[in-house]
């Protein structure tokens, strides 16, 4: 397949999407109307029976190639209170051990008659590759290598725009390990699309070999950014980095780098904190800080199932003919 | 119609309402979003001034409730709104124009997930015919015949085909 042909399907007849590989696709405006969708979501989640027949008869799929808690439940979670029926893949127990190639995989899993199908790996590109080889089927990326991670970014937006009134204008920092976050990626591009000004906080050796065409200042003095800020969003700090000597400590990288009680105390009137998980407590945010009122990390986790039942619902329920696509 | 007619239709449709629910506090009026918001407003004013007591107003928005879900582009136009529990409660479902029928049969499922119902009532600005599913109004703003292909709209302002207004 040529690359033309392969964005051409990234579309369908009407125009709408048909998969959502990385923000881009969305741009602003798509971004706006899942917004818009997911109030329509909390509300449902907010119900005794927090269920609509929207998807009825869809079948979802998640393949997971990378272990993951938080992201597959919350997926699964929204395609059943859509009413879809959702199979789950794990890469541990599958044909994939006995040598099965990740497209032959990916078309059997297809053949069985799935209407979306939710991919994440660890290396970038991959959800990218799956929408090349499906013939029907939406593909939505949760989360690939170093990449993106689409609705993570989207359930911010949502969080920040519940708690602020909106994105325009705000100064969001990203702190921590920017290099190594698809978290990071997505959220600088949603983010920088939606109007706010953007700060990358992080040691040099945690930040991209180039950010050339990257829409954000950066900042190595997170004690001088953090009084302006009005989301100070931290990364997961991987332990693994200290081993790779890109860190000299992780007491150092807390000292320097992370959100102690002390620095919250410097956060103005209003500020949030947010973490797209799992948090280290005591590494790049105090354990007290997560369970403070400034915190949105459980509404994150919360408006993370309503955004991902807006994005499926867009995908296969909103009219999109899958079949001309 | 005009709006002074349309004044004088909800004016009778919110008495009818009061005839057969004396007591406004078992009653709730949810509007269908969008279009029935307006009247389902202007009714439970009515009621209330009418019994002396509030009435319960909501919204209800049927998208994800549609049988038309994949045939065309189906999106919430707001999100729902309903503040009580509706179980035991005598729901009058507004909305402006009653057509096939299909709104109100996923207005009817919808209910069905915020509680039992006593009973549903239907009240509709304009009956304008060509039923598809066996569902009648109960309170009725204006009969109005019409051809399957032309545009009904009612609003506070009158009720309008395509865009020449109804005498």
Redesign the interface.
Known sequence: MTATQQAEKRTDATGAPRHLLAIDDLGPEGIGEVMRLTDSFVEVSRRPIPKVPALRGKTVASLFFEDSTRTRLSFETAARRLSADVMTFSAGSSSLSKGESLRDTVLTVEAMGVDAMVVRHSAAGVPTQVAGWVRGASVVNAGDGWHEHPTQALLDCYTIGRRKGGLEGLRIAIVGDVRHSRVARSCVTAFAGLGAHVTLVSPPTLLPASLAGWPVEVSHDFDSVLPKLDVVYLLRLQKERMTEALLPSLREYTATYGLTRRRAELLAPGAIVMHPGPVNRGVEVAAEVVDMDVSAVTEQVANGVAVRMAVLYLLLGSGVDLASA | MDAEDVRRATWRMAHEIVERNPDPSQLAIIGLQTGGVWLAERLARIVGEVTGGDVEMGTL?V???RDD????????E????IPV?LTGTTVVLVDDVLFTGRTIRAAL??LG???RARAVQLAVMVDRGHRELPIRPDYVGKNLPTRRDEMVDATEEGVVIGDVQVP
């Open positions: 928005d998208a994800f409730y879900i994949g045939l065309r582009p189906v999106l919430p707001a999100a729902t709104h529990d499922n919808a997930d915020y509680g």
